[in-house]
């Protein structure tokens, strides 16, 4: 698996796409790199390319997280 390289700048132009929160990451979550939100949604990181997918997106907090 290739590691995310992001420059600081970048990664904080990154949105949730479901609560609209930043990112932070690449951490590893059970062997697999991870963009992760303050309330632990989730995204994956594939090939060194975050999949910012509402699809992909794990550890959605009840009520599916949309914020208003």
Do not use: I, K, N
Not at 36 to 54: K, Q
């Amino acid at each position: 698996m290739s590691g995310l390289r992001l420059e600081a700048w970048v990664l904080e132009l990154l949105r949730c796409p479901l609560t609209g929160e930043p990112l932070t990451g690449p951490v590893e979550v059970d062997g697999e790199q991870v963009l992760v939100t303050p309330s632990g949604v989730r995204y994956p990181v594939v090939d060194g390319v975050p999949v910012l997918l509402v699809d992909e997106a794990r550890g959605v907090p009840a009520g599916g997280g949309a914020s208003a």
